[in-house]
């Protein structure tokens, strides 16, 4: 009897541990799914910014000169107190 009521315990641990298997290869896959799906957006915007980029550089550049201005008027105010 007792022989019995382990070998049902046994299968249905068996039987919990296989569910268990197969929902966190689900959950993997889609996973996997969903960052190549990000990459692949990545990829996108990284192209279009690059293309944007070439076309028209000047704005760029005149972000970049304002901002390592406003950064050196920054430093240099703290250097004077």
Not at 60 to 81: K, P, Q, T
Request: one cysteine or more; glycine letters at 8%; hydrophobic letters at 35%.
């Amino acid at each position: 009897m007792q022989n019995t009521y382990m070998k049902d315990k046994e299968n249905d641990l068996q039987s919990s541990l296989k569910e268990g298997e197969d929902r966190i290869k689900n959950v993997v896959s889609d996973i996997d799914k969903k960052v190549k799906q990000g990459q692949e957006q990545i990829q996108k915007v990284i192209a279009d910014v690059d293309k944007k980029l070439h076309e028209n550089p000047w704005p760029i550049v005149g972000g970049v000169a304002v901002g390592c201005v406003l950064l050196g008027f920054i430093l240099g105010i703290s250097r004077r107190n």
